[in-house]
């Protein structure tokens, strides 16, 4: 459930490095292409000490965002994918049972906490108020991370950041949260990306020509265009490049969209048949890619 990932550089080194770096290629920098001036306000708002809720659809390159920004700053990233089972013992840490020892063991809130780590908590609506309570002094002008069964209460190391994302199509965690907490925090909004960002993101992440990546776009954002009644997402970056993958297995690209698109967003019969119907108008007519 937790993951971990970027550098180890110290702290200092990270924020030196960042000045100027973007410009600099980078072969290890997760790929993210910037839609706006999201970059910099997510720089701006952890060099500030303030955490960051990013807002948007699902697959729309929230977490790849949080990868690039851990990378720029030089900060190991800790990724938590939150449910509805999560409790607060699994953020902040328990006793475990090793041999005939207990032993404490910190969940992932605690080891961001402890070493400075950027803490992001995916989809973080799905937890329960419960446990995300104790996101709460952490969040704001304190910093500070309560372990009640240690009975010690931990400053955040230089280098926390907490960063959490939601899909605002569905509730919204930030209206259980106190004004001061949510006045501590600093909103991006992501949205998918203009036709021609988002061709050259699939063209990238599918290893797909331009052409095919060109289709795929324009049939994305013709669904997106729809009044998405029966649709349970509309089509992500994620689901066109999915489906630029498996043209690249010589799939075509209508039988690549109605397996990667089509399928994944509905199981209503009816709403099927019309994207089906709009593959054949949008993309079937191209030929398999090498044909
Ligand atoms: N702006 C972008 N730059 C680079 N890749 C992107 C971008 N937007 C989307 N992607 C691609 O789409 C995929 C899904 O994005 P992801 O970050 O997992 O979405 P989210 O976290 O918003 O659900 C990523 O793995 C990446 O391949
Ligand atoms: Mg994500």
């Avoid at 955490?51 to 699902?58: A, D, R, Y």
Wanted: charge should be negative.
């Amino acid at each position: 459930m937790a993951s971990e990932s970027g550098s180890a550089s110290g702290f200092a080194a990270g924020l030196a490095s960042q000045n100027g770096a973007q410009a600099r290629a980078d072969a290890s920098r997760p790929y993210y292409a910037p839609v706006g001036n999201e970059e910099s306000v997510f720089k701006a708002a952890y060099r500030q000490g303030l955490s960051i809720v990013l807002k948007g659809p699902t697959g729309c390159g929230k977490t790849r965002f949080v990868e690039a920004m851990a990378h720029d700053l030089g900060r190991p990233l800790i990724t938590v994918a939150c449910h509805d089972d999560l409790t607060t013992a699994d953020l902040v840490g328990r006793y475990l049972l090793r041999g005939d020892e207990t032993v404490w063991v910190d969940g992932p809130l605690t080891r961001a906490v402890r070493e400075g780590a950027i803490c992001y908590l995916d989809e973080v609506v799905e937890a329960r108020q419960d446990t995300t309570v104790v996101l709460h002094p952490l969040a704001d002008y304190r910093r500070q991370l309560p372990i009640e069964r240690l009975g010690v209460t931990l400053d955040a190391a230089p280098g926390f950041g907490l960063v959490v994302s939601y899909n605002p199509g569905y509730q919204s965690v930030l209206k259980d949260l106190k004004d001061s907490t949510r006045q501590r925090m600093v909103a991006i909004e992501f949205g998918f990306p203009a036709a021609d960002l988002e061709e050259s993101i699939v063209a990238h992440e599918a290893g797909v020509d331009t052409a095919t990546a060109a289709a795929l776009v324009r049939f994305g954002q013709a669904i997106r265009r729809l009044e998405t009644g029966g649709l349970r997402e509309v089509a992500s970056t994620r689901v066109l490049i999915a489906a630029g993958l498996l043209t690249a297995e010589g799939l075509s690209l209508g039988e690549a969209a109605r397996a990667a698109v089509a399928g994944p967003l509905t199981d209503d019969a009816s709403v099927s048949r019309g994207l089906v119907e709009m593959i054949d108008v949008y993309l079937d007519q191209q030929a398999r890619p090498g044909d």
